[in-house]
């Protein structure tokens, strides 16, 4: 993989003003070498973007990573998680979006795991409306909450546009959001729109940034387009130098080959 | 086992006492860190924390409220294991003023009864710090704590030097040490956790210096470069033989006549089994809200009753208040702010405390006003101006933006004991061996709001002389909310002093009502200072620790 401009060994360095362009980051990045066919992207902006950019396009389409599948999602709901997670972080001049960076695959696994099964929270009744300052208290688990929360969208789309979320234009798409966020007229069962709106926004956030190891953060671009470092084990040489200091990131994944 | 435990356990066995460990949890070692700096696991799926779907406290603002369950992770974080809280603070480890620890006559002496607002509950802590200083400087030793040893006129004397020298003074932190100088402000190295450079304590036990990775709070340090109970005080205990740690032990009930404590019950939470364990001696060292759950539980010692004003047991719940702050976006710089140690910063003391005049102020006490560099990670760090949207692409091109250009100094304020704020069981709801929860009953009065105010516009200045290219400061406290994270410095319940109407225990952390029974750690403080609990934590306990090796030579009240 070409790694970022100062090569190996993390060497430190100072920072320049950060004005990459897209194509510089994507070279960076080595995005195009593979593990990064997400639902529809690898025919989508950023290769044909590459293309006519002159890089080098992939002599064959690369195969798609075998943990690549659903946990918890039907094929709907993965495309609709998809692409709302896409208008929340999208793939824009800086770098990809959550969909190139697999955040619907981390919302799925992490959906489908202890967290989307509230398996560490307290969930003995009763169950009482809460005052604001007293936090969640829905007899629902997280993955529950999450259906219906897709439901109540699905069916918001179909009574304003009679369309299905993805079919949408990326503007309606945000107006849609918008409304949800505010919880304007915005009905769902078991969950309040804005609460849903919330789940959503906060694991896009975590897919975006979390170690690749569950999923998003594809090729650790989450990183790399704020040029976090990641699981570095000292910075005790670099940390009385004045500015940003720039390394190449690493995974937790480093640990296992090291 | 955490702080309180290690300790007490390191002290008595090296003195030749049996000691039986009974911890809830799971055994830990720095070899469970290997997949540490996992932000996702750790900060934000709380891997060290206790696991709440067995048991947690309910909450309410006020008693016009209903209390409800605190069901998943918010405000404060609880520790579980081998090492509790203690594996995974940040490290930072200040001492409290001397005022603290004669709040009350300080404040009648220098204002009048009359500047005591009505129904704050402020009361002495029965040990001066003259007293308390050798049992801080015993915890600094063995924990190696890393400082700047010179005398610092905002600060209680020193008997020793710090063990180790100051962490690195980095560039974040001599910008904030030049603006607070030029404001004429004593700023200091915050005292801490993380070594600076590898250390032998005094009892032989050696640790490697902290490698400034950024993974503190919330996490375990796989270098054992954190002072952790595990790495410190836990093995000193073991190595004497004299330590028998049993875990996955919940202690469910002290055993008692009324006048003194025979055992303890406990689950074995392997085999369901319920065991009783006889002893002469039962400390409590819990963190301090299951402090003051077990002896409501048992029936050991009398609840406080608010309406009343008598009964100690769950009397002083205090919290921290933090809200205050300033914070810095630099249009044109960037920093490695995602490098750090938990306790790597700088801080000042001249608005903490009484360290200024509190006459024409409506209120008392103080914080301190610090930055820290702990390392941003980047989940929970997505920082941007005011006004910015919360998602889509201006978030998104904002964010990656100011993703390493933003300082914040900020405040950690006192909180200070109202009446009306305190522990007591909760009427409904039970943990999963069908015991009542710990009900909390706190609120965020005028004097916070008006604390908050006051430091965040003192952080603000300072913020400003550091040279960002704006600076918002945040200076409203609203009411108390168990959801976003504020600080695990949650303290009272079973405080200490010199009456025992107004206290449930003596300097010694001996229980009035029970004198086999020492209850230690931040449940014994009357209120909470503008500092971090540890550093006090640990004084009280080798403080606890001395007066338990007294009472099994000589029987009674220690004081």
């Known amino acids: ?12 360095a100072r920072s320049e003003q950060p004005d990459e362009s897209r194509r510089n980051f994507l070279k960076a990045s080595g995005m195009t070498l593979g593990g990064l066919i997400v639902g529809s992207v690898f025919g989508g902006v950023l290769t044909d973007n590459l293309e006519k950019n002159n890089s080098p396009a992939p002599a064959s389409k690369p195969e798609a990573s075998l943990q690549d599948a659903l946990m918890f999602f039907n094929q709907e709901q993965f495309k609709m998680t998809e692409a709302a997670v896409e208008r929340i972080y999208p793939e824009d001049e800086n770098g990809p979006g959550a969909k190139a960076l697999g955040v619907a695959f981390f919302i799925d696994h992490q959906l489908a795991g202890p967290w989307g099964y509230n398996a560490r929270d307290y969930m003995m009744g009763p169950f009482v409306q809460a005052q604001a300052t007293q936090g969640e208290q829905s007899r629902l688990k997280r993955n529950e909450m999450f259906t219906l929360g897709l439901e109540g969208l699905k069916s918001y789309c179909q009574q304003k546009y009679k369309k ?13 959001l918008t409304a949800m966020e505010k919880g304007d007229k915005f009905p769902m069962r078991g969950v309040t729109s804005s609460s849903f709106f919330k789940m959503l926004r906060s694991l896009t956030i975590e897919g975006v940034y979390a170690d690749p190891l569950y999923g998003g953060n594809r090729n650790m671009n989450g990183w790399k387009m704020r040029k976090f470092p990641g699981n570095q084990m000292s910075y005790a040489q670099q940390i009385t130098k004045e500015g940003l200091v720039q390394m190449k990131p690493k995974s937790l994944q480093a640990h296992m080959s090291e | 086992m955490g702080w309180v435990g290690g300790i007490i356990a390191a002290e008595l066995t090296k003195a030749g006492i049996q000691v ?3 911890e809830r949890g799971k055994s830990r070692s720095t070899e469970d860190y290997f997949m540490d700096h996992d932000e996702l696991r750790y900060a934000r799926r709380f891997e060290l924390m206790q696991d709440l779907s067995k048991e947690t406290i309910t909450f309410r603002n006020s008693e016009s409220m209903r209390a409800l ?11 579980d294991g081998l090492g509790g809280a203690g594996s995974h603070w940040n490290g930072q480890t200040h001492r409290f003023l001397p005022y603290d620890f004669e709040i009350y006559n300080q404040t009648v002496e220098r204002y009048g009864k009359g500047k005591i607002p009505e129904g704050m509950q402020l009361q002495d802590w029965g040990i001066t710090y003259d007293e308390i200083e050798p049992y801080y400087d015993k915890f600094e030793q063995v924990a190696g704590i890393s400082g700047e040893s010179e005398a610092n006129p905002m600060l209680g004397k020193r008997s020793h030097p710090f063990p180790t020298p100051p962490m690195k003074k980095t560039p974040i932190l001599q910008r904030f040490e030049e603006a607070s100088k030029k404001l004429g402000y004593h700023p200091y190295m915050i005292p801490s956790a993380n070594l600076s450079e590898n250390y032998k304590n005094p009892d032989g036990i050696s640790r490697a210096a902290c490698q400034y990775c950024g993974f503190c709070e919330r996490f375990g340090c796989e270098y054992g470069a954190k002072a952790d109970p595990v790495v410190t005080v836990i093995p000193t205990a073991m190595a004497t033989g004299k330590l028998e740690v049993r875990t996955f032990s919940n202690v469910t009930e002290i055993l008692h006549d009324g006048k003194k404590a025979t055992g303890v019950v406990y689950i074995n939470t392997v085999t369901g089994e319920e065991v009783t364990q006889p002893a002469d001696v039962v400390v409590l060292g819990s963190f301090m809200l299951n402090n003051a759950r077990l002896l409501l539980n048992s029936k050991l010692g009398t609840p406080y009753n608010r309406k009343t004003g008598r009964g100690t047991i769950g009397r002083n719940y205090a919290y921290q208040v933090n809200s205050g702050r300033a914070v810095g976006f630099y249009d044109d710089e960037e920093f490695s702010t995602f490098m750090g140690a938990g306790a790597l910063g700088m801080e000042f003391d001249d608005f903490n405390g009484d360290n200024f005049d509190h006459s024409d102020l409506k209120f008392l006490h103080g914080a301190g006003i610090r930055i820290s560099q702990n390392g941003l990670r980047p989940i929970e760090n997505n920082p941007a101006p005011q006004g910015t949207p919360t998602w889509g692409k201006k978030w998104k091109e904002t964010t990656l933006k100011y993703a390493n250009r933003v300082l914040t100094v900020a405040t950690q304020g006192a909180s200070l004991p109202w009446k009306h704020h305190y522990l007591d069981l909760d009427p409904t709801y039970k943990d999963i061996y069908g015991k009542p929860l710990l009900r909390i009953t706190f609120d965020f009065e005028d004097q916070d709001r008006e604390l908050t105010k006051y430091l965040a516009d003192k952080a603000g200045e300072v913020m400003k002389e550091m040279g960002p290219s704006h600076v918002e400061i945040k200076d409203k406290l609203d009411p108390y909310n168990i959801v976003p994270y504020q600080s695990t410095h949650n303290t009272g319940g079973v405080i200490m002093g010199a009456d025992p109407e107004t206290s449930a225990v003596n300097s010694y952390l001996q229980m009035w009502e029970a004198e086999n029974v020492f209850v230690v750690g931040a449940s014994a403080f009357p209120h909470n200072s503008g500092y971090n609990p540890t550093d006090t934590v640990g004084a009280l306990s080798y403080r606890a620790a001395e007066g338990i090796q007294k009472y099994l030579k000589q029987g009674g009240m220690l004081v």
């Not at chain 1, 993989?1 to 430190?12: A, C, D, H, V």
């Open chain 1, 1 to 12: 993989m070409p790694g970022l401009k100062l090569g190996k060994n993390s060497k430190p």
């Open chain 1, 164 to 176: 299905v979320f993805t079919e949408l234009e990326a503007q309606q798409q945000d107006e849609v």
């Open chain 2, 69 to 79: 369950p605190m069901r998943s992770y918010g405000s404060f974080l609880l520790g």
């Open chain 2, 20 to 22: 039986v460990g009974l």
